[in-house]
């Protein structure tokens, strides 16, 4: 089992930008990729991006992609989403999580380890 922890998220204006960060501990090894979502009030958790441990090849939902960046620190087993020109409908709780298989990644049922999530709030 892999734990996650993420943190950084928070309340930022219209524009603004905010890192998530993902600490991933346990049994990382058995890892072999990365994934956000993101949850709003009365929603379905939605696909926001992946990453590949291995390779550090990365996919992005279309409603985030030029604004959102996912990258990894394989020595820290960390993942971090760099969120850029925010807006409101980013607002969400947004969780990090981890899958032993490389394919099927924008579905929540490929991953195996949730972290607890993290609050963005954006103001218009």
């Known amino acids: 089992q892999v734990q996650l922890v993420e943190s950084g998220g928070g309340l930022v204006q219209a524009g603004g930008s905010l890192r998530l960060s993902c600490a991933a501990s346990?049994?990382?090894?058995?890892?072999?990729?990365m994934g956000w979502f993101r949850q709003a009030p009365g929603k379905e958790r939605e696909f926001v991006a992946f990453?590949?441990?291995?390779?550090?090849?990365?996919y992005y939902a279309d409603s985030v992609k030029g604004r959102f960046t996912i990258s990894r620190d394989n020595a820290k087993n960390t993942v971090y989403l760099q969120m850029n020109s925010l807006k409101p409908e980013d607002t969400a709780v947004y969780y990090c999580?981890?899958?032993?298989?490389?394919?099927?990644?924008?579905?929540?049922?490929?991953?195996?380890?949730w972290g607890r999530g993290t609050q963005v709030t954006v103001s218009s």
């Open positions: 999580a981890a899958s032993k298989i490389t394919r099927l990644l924008t579905t929540p049922n490929a991953y195996d380890d």
């Open positions: 346990g049994r990382t090894f058995s890892s072999s990729a």
């Open positions: 990453i590949l441990w291995s390779s550090g090849g990365t």
